[in-house]
């Protein structure tokens, strides 16, 4: 009787495959870290632009820990940075839930060196103004000026109509006028 | 210049600045440790809840026990009363059924043919052969049972019953006797030992049934008759298992 010898002494280097789970699981922390490089830098910017505090870093962090334990129904929706943006900017809007941000954020910033670089002041004024505006001509006027957003898309991220948002819009550009001392429109 | 302009440049400049501060691999790691972490906390206060509830509902039931249903298996007590003569209480198993007739016969029923009787007051019904005793003590009467030729009797043995001085001798009715009397509570025709005041019917025995007797001497000089019997199909050895837990769980109110 005889054994046959693998040849050459070689041994398999091939791993089981993945079972579905496993492979869906991956499949679906891959597809939300894609997700959360590509978006995490403008909801951070986002929730500057709607608090102005060091907390948006905090605020950007909340949306998307809310994104990630939904993300397998999330990342089925026609547009899943959508929903991360219109949670962003609620959180960023809502008084409470930005104080419960900025105590976190405050308690964090003892072991953390937390760096915010400082904007022109021009521009830091154009946002301390957008913050002073009503909450939805706020928000409008961010996502509309931050992602670059039409009115179609600002109107579906902010879960109400496009002709809403056209007035939201008007309305906070004809107040930040005036706070600005600037033109509306350009003159012909 | 114009407010689109300002917007404008004051988002390019929010987008820069925002893009030099975020660091988006430490974030996405930082997310995942703050998930994680607060999953445990969720966990930590469900647990610690569930340990206070159920602290608390051991306490309250500590202090606020409440009646537990009878068990299947556990006797039920049912404290039975006779007015003129000696109340008792005994246990009363489950199944069975419990018949009082005129305050001077608790007969305790099983499903499965044993039975239970306690009687007083009884006269004997004497024959030309076995007389009636001539003094009405519970050793007497014993021994006027023991004497019935009709019958085939152990030895009448004294012993105690809830405390009492009692007789006991186990009876069936001698094979060829025969029964030709109606008795409370039987249907088959019978030998009649018994009369007790107030039941039309005497009480006696019925061929191819065996029992056992207690005659219990009370201290008011009354005497107090046990009798457990069965069906004929009931041999002795199961009737005085089946009546035992009553006879054991016995016990007498005052005796004059």
Request: hydrophobic share 45%.
């Amino acid at each position: 009787m005889s054994v046959t010898e693998p040849l050459s002494g070689e041994t398999s280097t091939w791993e089981d495959p993945p079972s579905r789970a496993q492979a869906r699981r991956l499949r679906t922390a891959q597809s939300f870290e894609v997700f959360y490089t590509s978006e995490f830098p403008s909801l951070v910017a986002l929730a500057r632009a709607l608090t102005g505090s060091a907390a948006a870093e905090d605020i950007a962090q909340e949306a998307m820990i809310a994104t990630y334990r939904r993300w397998r129904e999330i990342e089925q929706y026609e547009q899943p940075a959508a929903w991360v943006r219109r949670v962003c900017a609620n959180l960023s809007t809502s008084l409470i839930r930005r104080r419960a941000a900025e105590a976190r954020a405050l308690l964090r910033a003892g072991g953390l060196r937390h760096v915010q670089t400082d904007l022109p002041r021009e521009d830091e004024e154009f946002w301390v103004e957008v913050r002073r505006l009503p909450r939805r001509q706020a928000q409008s006027l961010s996502l509309h000026y931050i992602y670059d957003m039409q009115v179609s898309d600002i109107a579906l991220t902010l879960g109400c109509s496009a002709s809403s948002v056209k007035a939201h819009l008007v309305r906070g550009r004809a107040a930040l006028s005036v706070r600005l001392g600037v033109a509306e429109e350009d003159r012909p | 210049m114009t407010v689109e302009l300002r917007a404008r440049s004051a988002a390019d400049a929010l987008r820069d600045a925002t893009r030099q501060d975020v660091d988006v691999r430490a974030g996405l790691a930082q997310m995942r440790r703050r998930n994680t972490r607060r999953i445990g906390v969720y966990v930590a206060v469900a647990t610690a809840a569930a340990v206070i509830l159920g602290l608390a509902v051991l306490t309250w039931t500590t202090w606020h026990p409440r009646a537990s249903a009878p068990i299947t298996n556990q006797p039920t007590v049912v404290r039975t009363s006779f007015p003129l003569a000696v109340p008792f209480v005994a246990v009363r198993p489950d199944g069975w059924t419990q018949i009082v007739k005129r305050d001077v016969l608790v007969v305790l029923n099983s499903p499965n043919g044993p039975f239970l009787a306690v009687f007083i007051d009884a006269t004997p019904l004497p024959t030309a052969g076995s007389p009636a005793p001539t003094t009405l003590t519970a050793r007497s009467f014993a021994g006027w049972i023991a004497a019935r030729q009709e019958l085939v009797p152990t030895t009448v043995v004294q012993t105690k019953l809830a405390g009492l001085p009692a007789w006991q001798v186990d009876v069936k009715l001698r094979a060829g006797v025969p029964a030709t009397a109606t008795c409370d509570g039987v249907t088959d025709k019978c030998l009649p030992l018994f009369r007790v005041a107030g039941i039309t019917d005497p009480l006696g025995v019925v061929p191819g049934s065996a029992g056992r007797v207690y005659v219990v001497q009370l201290s008011n000089g009354r005497v107090l008759f046990v009798a457990a019997g069965g069906s004929t199909r009931n041999r002795l050895p199961e009737v005085l298992a089946a009546v035992q837990p009553i006879i054991d769980s016995l016990s007498f109110g005052a005796t004059g």
